[in-house]
């Protein structure tokens, strides 16, 4: 009964490949988010969706692109992978409609690349 | 501009000793804060959230926080602590407006429980 599940949990890849990363969540929210936490721990958010709308998008390379197929699950496609964007990698959900910013989180994807 | 401050990167204390980890914030409104863990190698999970109402909240865990806007603080309390509790400790304070509300984070600090 996982609320907020992201496959795969380790993905191993070497530079220049394209990978995906999947999330969904089965909490009826209407916000998901995907986060970078880097190796001294720093959650840096990356992109927001809510009802498949692209809300937020910091800056970050456009190597990363998201999709949200449907308000449950979103989706991280990275090209051209780099040595830089070996990390953990967090999908969370909120249900921002009713005011709420309180986030649910994913087991993580930690992503290393060769 | 919205940030959140943990002063503390790294603190170490003993079993059953009792623990305050400090947390700032600066928000122009009335903050919605929040205090996560996350253990190692697992995702974060919420421990407790302040929205309003009664400043000190209890969590899971036998974890408990204060809200003082006069100090723009958020302390993290546990009067014991236990081995288990040793992980990543994070604060958060809740941003923005309508569809763009996302969480703003401190930088963690790392506990480690001494036996």
């Known amino acids: 009964d996982t609320a907020v599940s992201q496959t795969p949990k380790y993905l191993v890849t070497q530079m220049g490949n394209d990978k995906s990363i999947k999330c969904e969540q089965n909490?009826?929210?209407?916000?998901m988010y995907w986060y970078k936490q880097d190796s001294k721990k720093f959650l840096k958010i990356m992109f927001s969706?809510?009802?498949?709308?692209?809300?937020i998008n910091e800056t970050v390379p456009n190597r990363f692109s998201p999709k949200s197929p449907d308000k449950a699950h979103l989706n991280l496609h990275i090209n051209s992978l780099e040595l830089g964007d070996s990390a953990v990698y967090f999908c969370a959900s909120s249900q921002v409609s009713a005011g709420n910013t309180e986030a649910f989180f994913g087991q993580g994807t930690r992503l290393t690349v060769v | 501009a919205q940030s959140v401050t943990q002063p503390d990167i790294h603190i170490t204390v003993s079993e059953g000793a009792s623990l305050e980890l400090r947390c700032n914030y600066s928000?122009?409104?009335?903050?919605?804060l929040f205090w996560y863990v996350q253990s190692p190698g697992q995702g974060l999970q919420l421990l407790l959230k302040y929205f309003s109402g009664d400043t000190l909240v209890q969590g899971i865990k036998g974890f408990e926080a204060e809200f003082k806007r006069s100090q723009s603080s958020f302390n993290l309390r546990k009067p014991s602590v236990h081995w288990s509790d040793a992980a990543e400790y994070f604060c958060a304070v809740g941003a923005g407006a309508g569809n763009n509300r996302k969480l703003i984070w401190g930088l963690g600090t790392s506990l480690a429980v001494n036996p």
């Open positions: 928000y122009g409104a009335t903050p919605y």
């Open positions: 969706y809510n009802n498949k709308e692209l809300i």
């Open positions: 909490l009826g929210h209407d916000t």
